[in-house]
């Protein structure tokens, strides 16, 4: 169903939700332009020139030489941002506020002073209210999950590509084991992929440490990890699902970092090579969702698991007939620092891979101890492929999954190889069926 913005009835009121910070991210952008004292001259000293540097559309670059901030407000500004524009031209909150009334600066304090405005008046009418429940149209088709891939991304995986190594000896037997994902891949293209994977120090420093991570934005370059960026595409988003998706998760009481622009590694790009190998373009839009599993504390596995849950949830409540994937990322075994550095643990690995199939909300209990101990110090990704599987149908019975494929191989650089494909069959739909 469509998402419920009830709040844009709201008189006098515009709520600052995914569409208006898509709508006014450059002029946004350009207000956090004045934080420093250089830009603040510039702009004094040639207001125009300066919003011509910016990719804003001329209605913003209008309100803002008319000083309308009412026209900036529906523009995309927010308010919080629009105060360093203020600010810059030496308004107060007051002027500001006042100004968006109607009222003279005096009046507006005046009305403070007696109290600030009355409610009354200024509530939603809930006849219009009612009528626009009412008149909500039943969606054309929903969006569907139809399939989960489960992959370790390997930066020396990603290497070996790059540089034409896929038929060495012994690179060979690694990249044999994703042939048929890729035939696979190209039978059941999705049109958006959510691929869940955690950044290396790459996007994310020390400074800032999220621990769920929604990409929102149309585009996301590679990154460079330190040997200059991937020779990949880069990453086409889709930022009216990847809104959805964060509306419906974080009012089901997942907290999530949304990001408008960040770059990608090969925590990412990798998965997507193994898939679809070399190509000039991907072939879908991809939703980066990032977890931390660098810094502790990191998410339970059970926290992962129920995550995936409300994500299908979501995924399945957006009014448009699409087909998204979920990709869960990482591991498996392997420990990257200290005396234990090259642990492989295949027993502990392939006794993962039989409860991911068979008995995941048993695998979510799992606790991050025995992840370490038994998987190594990064083997703690794994987590992450329970969000994957935990938006499969088979989860709450409202449908079933079918093992295509399952591959493991030891080594590949330091790590184990891990890798599964479900297919997801919600219940009522043709067995066999294909679009």
Same mark, same amino acid.
């Given at each position: 169903?469509?998402?419920? &913005?009830?709040?844009?009835?709201?008189?006098?009121?515009?709520?600052?939700? +995914?569409?208006?910070?898509?709508?006014?991210?450059?002029?946004?952008?350009?207000?956090?332009?004045?934080?420093?004292?250089?830009?603040?001259? %510039?702009?004094?000293?040639?207001?125009?020139?300066?919003?011509?540097?910016?990719?804003?559309?001329?209605?913003?670059?209008? *309100?803002?030489?008319?000083?309308?901030?009412?026209? +900036?407000?529906?523009?995309?500004?927010?308010?919080?941002?629009?105060?360093?524009?203020?600010?810059?031209?030496?308004?107060?909150?007051?002027?500001?506020?006042?100004?968006?009334?109607?009222?003279?600066?005096?009046?507006?304090?005046?009305?403070?002073?007696?109290?600030?405005? %009355?409610?009354a008046g200024n509530r939603i009418d809930h006849a219009v209210l009612e009528a626009a429940h009412t008149d909500r149209r039943a969606p054309k088709g929903r969006?569907?999950?139809?399939g989960a891939v489960f992959t370790s991304h390997v930066p020396a995986i990603g290497a070996a590509m790059d540089h034409h190594k896929t038929d060495e000896p012994y690179w060979r037997p690694v990249f044999e084991g994703y042939e048929? #994902?890729?035939?696979?891949?190209?039978?059941?293209?999705?049109?958006?992929?959510?691929?869940?994977?955690?950044?290396?120090? #790459?996007?994310?420093?020390?400074?800032?440490?999220?621990?769920?991570?929604?990409?929102?934005? *149309?585009?996301?370059?590679?990154?460079?990890?330190?040997?200059?960026?991937?020779?990949?595409?880069?990453?086409?988003?889709?930022?009216?699902?990847?809104?959805?998706?964060?509306?419906?998760?974080?009012?089901?009481?997942?907290?999530?970092?949304? *990001?408008?622009?960040?770059?990608?590694?090969?925590?990412?790009?990798?998965?997507? %090579?193994?898939?679809?190998?070399?190509?000039?373009?991907?072939?879908?839009?991809?939703?980066?969702?990032?977890?931390?599993?660098?810094?502790?504390?990191?998410?339970?596995?059970?926290?992962?698991?129920?995550?995936?849950?409300?994500?299908?949830?979501?995924?399945?409540?957006?009014?448009?007939?699409?087909?998204?994937?979920?990709?869960?990322?990482?591991?498996?075994?392997?420990?990257?620092?200290?005396?234990?550095?090259?642990?492989?643990?295949?027993?502990?690995?392939? *006794?993962?891979?039989?409860?991911?199939?068979?008995?995941?909300?048993?695998?979510?209990?799992?606790?991050?101890?025995?992840?370490?101990?038994?998987?190594? %110090?990064?083997?703690?990704?794994?987590?992450?492929?329970?969000?994957?599987?935990?938006?499969?149908?088979?989860?709450?019975?409202?449908?079933?999954?079918?093992?295509?494929?399952?591959?493991?191989?030891?080594?590949?650089?330091?790590? +184990?190889?891990?890798?599964?494909?479900?297919?997801?069959?919600?219940?009522?739909?043709?067995?066999?069926? &294909?679009?």
């Amino acid at each position: 169903m469509a998402l419920d &913005k009830s709040y844009k009835l709201v008189p006098g009121t515009t709520i600052f939700d +995914a569409e208006q910070s898509a709508k006014g991210y450059h002029l946004n952008q350009f207000c956090m332009s004045l934080m420093t004292a250089e830009n603040r001259e %510039s702009y004094l000293a040639d207001e125009r020139a300066y919003l011509d540097a910016w990719p804003l559309r001329e209605e913003q670059k209008r *309100a803002l030489l008319d000083r309308d901030l009412n026209a +900036a407000i529906r523009e995309g500004g927010n308010i919080y941002f629009l105060a360093k524009w203020g600010a810059t031209l030496g308004l107060s909150f007051q002027q500001m506020a006042g100004s968006m009334t109607g009222m003279t600066e005096q009046d507006y304090r005046d009305m403070m002073v007696g109290g600030g405005r %009355s409610i009354a008046g200024n509530r939603i009418d809930h006849a219009v209210l009612e009528a626009a429940h009412t008149d909500r149209r039943a969606p054309k088709g929903r969006a569907t999950v139809t399939g989960a891939v489960f992959t370790s991304h390997v930066p020396a995986i990603g290497a070996a590509m790059d540089h034409h190594k896929t038929d060495e000896p012994y690179w060979r037997p690694v990249f044999e084991g994703y042939e048929f #994902s890729k035939r696979w891949e190209r039978e059941n293209l999705p049109d958006v992929i959510v691929l869940v994977y955690n950044d290396h120090a #790459s996007t994310f420093d020390l400074s800032l440490v999220p621990t769920f991570v929604l990409g929102t934005g *149309a585009a996301y370059p590679t990154a460079d990890e330190g040997y200059g960026p991937r020779p990949v595409p880069g990453i086409e988003g889709d930022p009216e699902l990847a809104a959805h998706i964060a509306h419906t998760l974080i009012q089901d009481d997942f907290d999530l970092t949304l *990001a408008n622009e960040m770059t990608v590694d090969h925590g990412l790009t990798v998965p997507l %090579s193994l898939m679809f190998g070399d190509v000039e373009r991907w072939p879908c839009k991809v939703i980066p969702f990032h977890v931390n599993v660098v810094q502790y504390p990191v998410p339970s596995g059970a926290r992962c698991f129920k995550l995936g849950q409300a994500l299908r949830r979501a995924i399945e409540s957006y009014d448009r007939p699409l087909k998204v994937q979920v990709w869960g990322t990482g591991g498996m075994s392997h420990q990257l620092q200290g005396p234990r550095a090259g642990l492989i643990n295949r027993e502990w690995d392939n *006794a993962f891979l039989d409860r991911l199939v068979a008995d995941p909300e048993g695998l979510s209990r799992v606790p991050h101890l025995e992840y370490v101990e038994e998987a190594g %110090s990064e083997g703690i990704e794994l987590v992450m492929w329970l969000i994957a599987r935990g938006a499969m149908s088979d989860v709450d019975g409202s449908g079933r999954t079918e093992v295509k494929h399952r591959f493991y191989h030891v080594p590949a650089s330091n790590t +184990a190889v891990g890798h599964l494909i479900l297919e997801n069959h919600p219940r009522g739909e043709t067995p066999g069926a &294909k679009e």
